[in-house]
Every structure is written in structure tokens, then in C-alpha cells.
């Protein structure tokens, strides 16, 4: 999900540093830990081209206020925009949003590092994740928010405007 609380402030951030590039998967050490726990990332080679799919907050508040209106739509409903991006273009996207001229690659080693700081596992960034809103456009649902650079232009321009990214100017 892209807004507030979201894992979008962190890349902004990196993004801002020259560190918004993509993240690059390579080889890592097995531990039994990982694997009992399920978040041992097996090294895909995909070099930035993992999956993303995303949402903006606005069409997650949509989803939820149609759900509640059609009790026809009953079970599992993908709450995310119907154009899914892989990371290479997210992070040139965000790049071209904050007007930030290149982004120096992220290399699994530095990933790990990473997500040990802040208390996650690298796998939530190196796997991809790819779904898309069938039942929701079948049940004429329609996104706020389909295209990825809009989304991220007015969750930046919001964030400036209540400046929690007034030090990012």
C-alpha cells in the first residue's frame, strides 16, 4: 500500500540519498532460523525485475466502502491497482517524482544490513509479489488511482504539503 505508514516513506527517503535504485537479489547464507520461520529467500537472478504490486490509500478506502455496499462480493478480493510494476520501475518512477537524477543499485548484501536495522526481512523486498484487481474491475470497480506515477505524485506532493518531507526540499 502506498500513503501513510507505508513503506513508501522509507524509499523516498533512501531514493532522496542517491540510494533509490534497484534492489538486487544475489546468493545469501542459509540459516535454520530463516528457514523454519519461511523467510529464506532463495537467489532468483531477477537484478531489480521483481514484481510489485501496489495500491494507493484512497482506493484502499474505496474497496473497503464497495465491500461493505455488495454483499454480492463475498470471499478474497486482490485489493490492489489494476497495473502492477516490477521494482526497476518503481524506483525510476519515484526517482523521476522527486526530480532525484540517478539511484545507485542496492545489492542483497546491503539489503540484509538493511532490513536487520529496521527489523524485517529481505525476502519482503527481493520476492515478488504480483496480483491484480479481477473481481474488483469485474464488479465495475473503478481505481482512483490505476497508474503508478500519479499515485506516487500525490502521495509526495501531500506529504511535502503536511511536511513530513519538508527536510527532503
Not at 109 to 131: H, Q
Amino acid at each position: 500500500m502506498l500513503g501513510d505508514g507505508s513503506a513508501l516513506l522509507p524509499l523516498i527517503r533512501l531514493a532522496r540519498f542517491g540510494l533509490g535504485g534497484p534492489q538486487l537479489d544475489g546468493p545469501w547464507f542459509r540459516t535454520r532460523a530463516r528457514v523454519a520461520a519461511g523467510t529464506f529467500h532463495e537467489f532468483k537472478a531477477r537484478w531489480g525485475r521483481q514484481r510489485f504490486s501496489w495500491i494507493h490509500i484512497a482506493d484502499v478506502l474505496g474497496i473497503i466502502r464497495l465491500l461493505r455496499e455488495r454483499a454480492d462480493l463475498e470471499g478474497v478480493v486482490n485489493a490492489s491497482a489494476p497495473h502492477p510494476t516490477d521494482n526497476v520501475t518503481l524506483m525510476r518512477t519515484l526517482r523521476r517524482v522527486l526530480r532525484v537524477p540517478f539511484g545507485l543499485p542496492a545489492p542483497r548484501p546491503l539489503l540484509e544490513v538493511g532490513s536487520a536495522l529496521i527489523r524485517t526481512e529481505t525476502e519482503l523486498v527481493l520476492k515478488s509479489r504480483w496480483v491484480t484487481p479481477e473481481r474488483l474491475l469485474a464488479a465495475g470497480y473503478e481505481f482512483e488511482y490505476p497508474q503508478l506515477e500519479p499515485a506516487l505524485r500525490e502521495i509526495v506532493a501531500s506529504h511535502r504539503h503536511t511536511g513530513q518531507l519538508a527536510s527532503f526540499h
